[in-house]
């Protein structure tokens, strides 16, 4: 089984890439249960629910550049904007997605970090509830 490094991976919101502030990217696939019990099952039936997917970002914050923290602050409560992750720099996923969480933490006698979590919502096109492509 052959592995590959995360160093060459991409990631980009709203057209704009923010790999080079990021340390990790995770894209997470949620399959939730439905439950379809009728009153004579002696147990349980769950089935597959609608899948969500959910990407998580976290990096160094950075002023000069202002990718990261322009980027995601200006789309906070607005419309969703395209995402595309790549965790090998070449084969990823993309969609649409809004911005449901934005995290600075600046410790003392350490970098400033940001966080944020992007929540799928289109395939082509915003709230078309379209999967992401896998390209």
């Given at each position: 089984m052959a592995r590959t490094h995360g160093k060459d991976a991409d990631?980009?919101?709203d057209?704009?890439?923010?790999?080079?502030?990021?340390?990790?990217?995770?894209l997470t696939f949620d399959v939730p249960e439905a439950d379809a019990t009728a009153f004579a099952d002696t147990y349980q039936v769950p089935i597959a629910g609608k899948?969500?997917?959910?990407?998580?970002?976290?990096?160094?914050w950075d002023?000069?550049?202002?990718?990261?923290?322009?980027t995601i602050f200006n789309e906070l409560g607005l419309e969703a904007e395209e995402w595309d992750f790549e965790p090998d720099g070449t084969t990823g996923y993309d969609g649409f997605a809004i911005?449901?969480?934005?995290?600075?933490?600046?410790?003392?006698?350490?970098?400033?970090?940001y966080?944020?979590?992007f929540r799928h919502n289109g395939g082509s096109a915003a709230i078309d509830g379209a999967a992401p492509r896998r390209a």
């Open positions: 990631f980009s919101f057209s704009v890439a923010l790999e080079d502030e990021l340390n990790t990217v995770t899948p969500t997917a959910t990407i998580e970002v976290q990096g160094s002023p000069a550049s202002s990718q990261g923290d322009a911005c449901t969480r934005y995290q600075i933490v600046a410790n003392i006698n350490d970098v400033i970090r966080s944020a979590t």
